[in-house]
Structure formats: C-alpha cells, structure tokens
C-alpha cells in the first residue's frame, strides 16, 4: 500500500478517521493547522437550491474549459455528521475536480449544520423531500432527463433507498461508495466484528433517548473541545518555542519550511486537509439518530425490507437502473459485508461490485483514490452517460 511520500504526514491507502486522528496529534499536525491552515472544498460553485439547512451546489468548470460534456449530471450525496469537501479536499486530490475536468456536470447536496428546529428531521424527509427535491432542481438546472446519483457513506444508504422507492424515476445510474445496506451481517469479518455490539445495544441503549434529552446528538462537541485544546497547545509551543525580543527560533524555520512544503506538495496540503476534516463534525440530528441507530444497527432493519417511509416499504430489490457498488478491503467504519447486500438485491441486469484495497479514508484521497477510484468510477459512468438511456430490462 502506497503513500504520498511523506512519511507519518502522508495520506494512506488503508486509512480511516481513526487511523487519521491517531496520526494527527502523535505527529503535532493539530498544532500545524493553527499556524498555518489549508484552503478546502476550493472548486469554484454556486447554490443552486436550498431547503431549511441544506444547499445544493453545482461546481463550475474551470474558465475557457472545453472539452466534451456528459449528458447525464451526477449528484453526490454526502451523510450528515463529517462535512462533505472529503469530496473535494484540495486542488489536485479533489474527486469533485476531476469529474468536473472529465466533462461531468456535478452537483453536491449539502444537507448543512443542524441546529434545534432540525431535531425532528427524519430519513423521510431527507429521503422523500431532500433528494428528490435537488434531483429535480439538478434536472431543471441542466436539462437532463436524468440523473446520476453517487451517494458515499451515509449519503450511499439514503441514496440507496431513494432508488429503490422510485424504480421509474428519473435515476440512471447509482455510484455507492461504502455504503452499508446490511447493518448487521451474518459473517461480519474481522473488520465488522463491532457490528455484533450495536446489534444487541438495543438491551440497553435506547436511542430515543438522544432526541428526547439533546435534541440533535452533539457530535460536534467534541470537535469543538478537540479544536479550543489544539489552539491552545499550538499557542503555548509557540510562546516556550520562540525567543524574546528579536531573532528567528529554530520553531519558526520549521514552521516555514512546514509552510513552504503544503504551498508546493499536494500531498502536504491532502494531509493537513484531512487531518482537519476528521475533526470537523456537525450535529446528528436527534430523529434520524434514532432512527438510524435504531432501526438500522440493532434491528438491520433496511435489508429485511421492514423500514417504512410515510406508508411505503423500502424493498432494495426494486432498484433497477445500473448499480456500481464500491467497498474498501480496509474499511472498518463500512467493512464490505455491509455493503455486499446491494448487488445481490438490485434487479436490474446491469450492476458491478468493487472492492478496492483500500479504507474508508484512503480509497477517497489516498494514492488509490486517483489509481483507482475515480478511474474505475470514469470508465463505468462515461457509456452510461449516453444521450440515449438504455433499456433496464
């Protein structure tokens, strides 16, 4: 497995948020970032649609870009916890970048930062009200006939179920990259092995409990307390390292070549990137966590086609546009057997399953992001961004 050459301050193939964050404070990364910073989600865009917290963005092509132009637009859909610019992290390792040089006309639903009024946000809202509501505004907006979603992570299991409660709408094809369907395998494997936990924490956790004491689970305390330290420390290696009155500390050469290093290596600025990302959370928002932990973890719920949406069941055997599922060999967070569900139920003739070497961090932005991800991704979806939609039978 490849790195960007930087020792423990590049990017892994196998790495995960946790493997991140361990990295992050053991190398003094976290006190890097309060002296220097790094620009994320730097794609040039525009909010083409909002509703309540949530903004739909379209990202523009680069001024003067030609080149061919797909027919069909992609939508990525992103979970609610971590923020979504993983999709776009820095020029030069920006998924989001290199769709849009490949011609694509991609959009990002952001559902934004959950505040109090979003307590009662439910998987039927974001699923009956959200998505389709910027699924149409990206069709309006382009003048496609349909659309490509590509859901990772959380985004991947809501998108996941968007399609199969709409088999005749306008989705032409479904990217889902790491995305579980099946909550709590059989065979987890030892990656999964935490699953068989959540599914019996229904004995004594009630998830319930977090919207009626919090109303939105406060995940992003944490990174509020995590980040307050950080300063504080970077503040205090800052006053011990540099010298009173004038002359230049051996601190701030290093900060200076730290610097000059992220201006120029794209790896560098991917590290620092990252490194803020996973610890850049926002609220859960409080009925979604019930339900997702709920119905979801402890009762595996999605695969056995009892979640219900406002009456309607959600049978994942009734997807039927083409289906590319994406799992990680290294992914603990979403191991594969939570994703393999997904093909052995789609209907339609037309679905593929990878699993890339690779964890739920590093098939995003490591090395096998651009060796092997976003290729696979382009070479599946450029024949079926055809005009002309082919027949799902």
Not at 88 to 99: F, T
Not at 271 to 288: C, H, Q, R, Y
Not at 316 to 336: E, F, H, K, T
């Amino acid at each position: 497995m490849d790195r960007f050459g930087l020792g423990p301050f590049g990017i892994v193939d196998y790495d995960g948020p946790e493997t991140i964050r361990l990295r992050k404070y053991a190398t003094g990364t976290h006190v890097l970032l309060e002296e220097i910073g790094v620009e994320t989600g730097a794609t040039p865009k525009e909010v083409v649609w909002t509703k309540n917290t949530a903004r739909l963005y379209r990202f523009r092509r680069a001024e003067g870009g030609g080149g061919i132009r797909r027919a069909v637009p992609i939508l990525l859909i992103y979970g609610f916890v971590l923020k979504p610019y993983i999709l776009d992290l820095v020029p030069g390792n920006s998924l989001v970048e290199y769709l849009v040089q490949e011609g694509f006309d991609v959009y990002l639903l952001d559902f934004g930062i959950s505040g109090p009024a979003d307590a009662g946000l439910s998987l039927e809202d974001l699923v009956l009200d959200y998505i389709p509501g910027a699924v149409r505004r990206v069709r309006e907006t382009s003048g496609a006939a349909e659309v490509s979603l590509f859901g990772q992570s959380q985004g991947g299991t809501l998108s996941a179920m968007y399609a199969s409660l709409f088999p005749d709408g306008p989705l032409r094809n479904l990217v889902l990259l790491s995305a579980p369907t099946e909550f709590a395998p059989r065979n987890p494997g030892p990656l999964g092995l935490w699953t068989l936990a959540s599914r019996n924490s229904g004995a004594f956790f009630d998830p319930a409990i977090v919207p009626r004491l919090w109303g939105n689970l406060p995940t992003d305390i944490a990174s509020q307390l995590i980040n307050l330290a950080a300063g504080w420390q970077a503040t205090g290696v800052s006053v011990a390292a540099r010298p009173i009155g004038r002359g230049c500390s051996a601190y701030d050469v290093a900060l200076r070549q730290a610097r000059g290093l992220a201006e120029r290596d794209v790896a560098m600025r991917s590290w620092l990137a990252v490194s803020k990302w996973v610890d850049d959370a926002a609220p859960f928002p409080g009925e979604t966590f019930r339900q997702w932990v709920g119905g979801l973890y402890q009762r595996d719920e999605l695969v056995k086609g009892r979640v219900e949406l406002r009456g309607t069941k959600v049978n994942l055997s009734n997807i039927g546009c083409a289906v590319l599922n994406v799992s990680g060999r290294w992914d603990y967070v979403v191991p594969p057997s939570q994703t393999e569900a997904i093909t052995a139920l789609a209907c339609g003739p037309d679905h593929e399953s990878v699993c890339l070497d690779a964890g739920h961090v590093g098939m995003l932005v490591g090395p096998a992001a651009r060796g092997s991800l976003w290729p696979r991704v382009r070479e599946w979806l450029v024949p079926r961004s055809e005009r002309h939609r082919r027949d799902r039978r």
